[in-house]
């Protein structure tokens, strides 16, 4: 895959358009390209060889990407850019990959698993992908193709029985594979199941915009805390140096009068000068009731890492964790400094009380009013991290109001897409009227304009 | 270092690969588009932003640059409250003062004027040695992170025309174009503007391969098959929730001690005696204690064949 497919390597004048259009993807995902970072783009390519791929795109990233959010961008729209780039020329000359592979046919199932194991340890990338292509045919052969090439991609990935290394498995375990590795086969049985359909339809399906999902949060629980954890530390960071950069800028409106006055005896008294008090960044009364059950386990793992990011950054800081009824655990989070063992406490011990497993909103309040209540005043904040799905139960909003109207301010982060709230048993609308903010908070930017909102001074 | 004596410029990277034998020879094991963010920024002349995690040689970086161009270093230290003064320069007063009272009454207001405000009596701080120096440099601008925005839109005229401007005495144009690195922990985001006008670079921790090439650069003698089970650990170290993770600079240190000591392998033992070079928290201290210390022991860890 040679960016200039068509051979003029001496001048840029088949790439530059390219290059421009790149640079037009990477702003649709919204990535912040300016004709500066172009500029400097084209200069370090005439610097570069561009028969080397992986050349070719770290002076793209060098160039272009910011930060290593912008990086991670680059690199899942680079591919997919400069794939669908040749394969339009492809159909635009009709080319095709004659010659349908010879040999494939006398390759077993077994067989090809035992080499793709031996490949994803130890073999290089081209091989990787020929084999992507033997599975495919094999996998063709069984006639279990969906057409859909997601879902083709995680039967094959089934078919041939690979499974990642859990991250802490002990090496010696014949059956796994380096899940790094993995995903690069699936990238490339992916792209292959592409190429195939492009050639047997002849056109080249629409570009879509990278599903969001791709860059969300990594909740799932499959993946790894650790990169949860990591976003969570570059926030709290951010939390323990926000508002210096305020200070001093903008002047606060409420007169010192004292300091003026004292000020003042330069003047003969006369208050030339006003003295302004200043402003002290928000450092709220934090109250967090964290959803922990079934139906955001994905998301409650976030939850609770958020949560112990907060309590490092904020010394009044109560949390509770809820299923169908509340109970508090600052002290946990106060007593264990790891993560890990936080979790493992709120699991095990720390009495998150738990019968049918459901959500019981309307309880959890009732039961919140009762007990915390008379400490809620106008200058605490309630934060809810759930997903509002009550289960089919009493919402009983009218209760949540009350705990509104007691706190200063209320928020809500919802661990859905806005799209799904309101359907099925999900109630958000009883509550959204009655807080500050509703927050969708599904990806680390929905997780920034909260810490904004949270942080901003009034 | 090599003397250049008709033209200014020192040693100058002519392609990737020389760029990184040159770090090499340095001492530096360039990993990944480190060479090549290098070499486009000499090409290019533009400042290089790096970024990563505390402790992967991002100003390590900046030195070795400075060793493998023969370029000398100027450094300025961010922090907090830093300002024009400390970073571009500042009149040096009492000079001027000096020149006032030797003047006496006699001389005029415009001559005296002119002659306190010239660069005799200009006091050249990092920013300002940096472009007024007749061989180019290697300027490093540490931790920008930790400075307030407006020291940062400051920058900015110095990084993209490399220029000053003294109210006083008019614009300092750069004698020499000097080699620029920010490096920055990422404790606050940078603004746009200035991160439009750097090249970006980001530095993680090694791979076990990479990480055990620099150790062997750094403590040859260490045997091959010690110095890989003490990169495991690191690693392994590395990947436990700690409040600072071993630096490479740390993984150095711990085998050059480990030479010292004459360790023949890395138990638990030895672990249990040297963690505190690698590790500086007491609670860090303990989680290692408990999580590695125990592996060792079942002899989980140094198993795995090399690759």
């Not at chain 1, 009731?289 to 994905?298: A, G, P």
């Not at chain 1, 009550?390 to 919802?414: D, L």
């Not at chain 2, 300002?128 to 490093?140: D, G, K, N, Q």
Request: hydrophobic fraction near 40%.
């Amino acid at each position: 895959m040679t960016p200039a497919s068509d051979g003029n390597t001496h001048r840029p004048t088949g790439m530059a358009p390219r290059l421009l259009e790149l640079a037009d993807e990477l702003r649709r995902e919204g990535m912040a390209v300016g004709t500066s970072e172009l500029l400097d783009a084209f200069e370090a390519l005439r610097a570069v060889s561009w028969a080397d791929q992986a050349e070719f795109r770290e002076a793209i990233a060098a160039t272009l990407a910011k930060s290593q959010e912008d990086l991670r961008l680059l690199e899942l729209v680079f591919d997919r850019f400069f794939f669908r780039a040749v394969e339009r020329e492809a159909v635009g000359r009709g080319l095709k990959e004659g010659a349908k592979r010879k040999g494939v046919e006398r390759m077993d199932l077994d067989e090809l698993r035992d080499r793709i194991r031996d490949a994803l340890r130890d073999g290089s990338d081209g091989e990787l992908r020929d084999l992507a292509r033997l599975a495919i045919a094999a996998f063709g052969r069984q006639g279990e193709g969906s057409g859909v090439i997601g879902v083709d991609v995680q039967r094959i990935r089934r078919t041939l029985a690979l499974k990642g290394e859990s991250r802490r498995a002990e090496p010696q375990d014949r059956e796994s594979v380096p899940r790094e590795r993995l995903r690069q086969f699936e990238g490339h049985v992916r792209r292959e199941l592409e190429r195939e359909l492009i050639e047997r339809t002849e056109s080249l399906a629409p570009a879509r915009p990278l599903r969001d999902l791709d860059r969300a949060l990594p909740t799932g629980p499959a993946q790894d805390l650790a990169a949860v954890h990591r976003v969570v530390a570059g926030l709290r960071r951010r939390l323990a140096t926000h508002g210096r950069e305020h200070r001093g800028r903008s002047r606060s409106s409420v007169v010192d009068v004292r300091r003026t006055m004292r000020h003042s005896l330069q003047t003969g008294g006369v208050p030339l000068d006003l003295r302004y008090r200043p402003r002290r960044p928000r450092r709220p009364e934090l109250y967090v009731l964290c959803d922990v059950s079934t139906s955001v386990t994905s998301a409650s793992v976030f939850f609770l890492s958020v949560l112990h990011a907060l309590h490092d950054s904020f010394r009044r800081l109560r949390s509770f964790v809820f299923v169908e009824r509340i109970s508090e655990v600052s002290d946990v989070f106060e007593r264990e400094r790891s993560f890990a063992a936080v979790s493992r406490a709120i699991a095990g011990d720390a009495g998150v009380a738990d019968v049918s497993g459901y959500t019981d909103y309307g309880r959890v309040w009732l039961e919140f009013l009762d007990g915390v209540v008379d400490d809620l005043d106008h200058r605490s904040t309630v934060i809810v991290l759930g997903d509002a799905r009550t289960n089919g139960r009493e919402p009983h909003a009218r209760v949540f109001s009350k705990v509104a109207a007691r706190a200063g301010r209320t928020f809500w982060m919802n661990p859905e897409p806005r799209l799904y709230w309101n359907y099925g048993d999900s109630v958000m609308a009883a509550y959204e009227p009655y807080c500050t903010g509703v927050f969708e908070c599904w990806t680390t930017k929905h997780l920034e304009a909260f810490v904004n909102a949270l942080t901003a001074q009034r | 270092m090599v003397e250049s004596i008709l033209s200014p410029v020192s040693v100058d990277f002519v392609s990737i690969e020389e760029t990184q034998t040159a770090l090499t020879g340095a001492g530096y094991l360039a990993g990944g588009s480190t060479a090549l963010v290098c070499y486009l920024a000499q090409r290019l002349g533009k400042p290089v932003l790096v970024e990563g995690p505390a402790g992967v040689g991002k100003t390590e970086l900046a030195k070795a640059l400075s060793r493998a161009t023969g370029r000398s270093l100027i450094r300025l230290q961010c922090y907090e409250g830093l300002d024009e003064a400390k970073a571009l320069y500042e009149w040096n007063y009492r000079k001027q003062l000096l020149r006032i009272q030797v003047e006496a009454s006699d001389a005029g207001w415009q001559e005296v004027k002119d002659d306190i405000f010239g660069e005799e009596f200009l006091l050249a701080r990092p920013l300002l040695t940096a472009i007024s120096e007749e061989r180019p440099v290697v300027l490093l601008i540490d931790e920008i992170d930790k400075t307030d925005q407006e020291f940062e839109a400051m920058l900015l005229e110095v990084l993209s025309d490399f220029q000053i401007s003294i109210p006083e005495l008019g614009v300092v144009q750069a004698r020499s174009q000097p080699l620029v690195l920010l490096t920055s922990n990422n404790s606050r985001e940078l603004t746009e503007a200035l991160k439009r006008r750097c090249l970006y670079l980001w530095l993680d921790y090694p791979d076990v391969e990479r990480e055990l090439e620099i150790v062997h650069l750094h403590a040859p003698d260490l045997e091959e098959s010690v110095a890989r089970k003490l990169v495991e650990v690191v690693q392994m170290v590395r990947d436990l929730d700690l409040k600072k993770p071993p630096s490479i600079a740390e993984s150095i240190d711990w085998a050059r001690a480990l030479l010292l000591l004459g360790a023949e392998n890395v138990d638990e033992e030895v672990l249990r005696r040297t963690m505190s070079i690698i590790v500086k928290h007491r609670t860090d201290l303990d989680m290692v204690a408990e999580r590695v210390g125990v592996k060792l022991t079942d002899g989980l860890i140094g198993s795995r064949p090399a690759g």
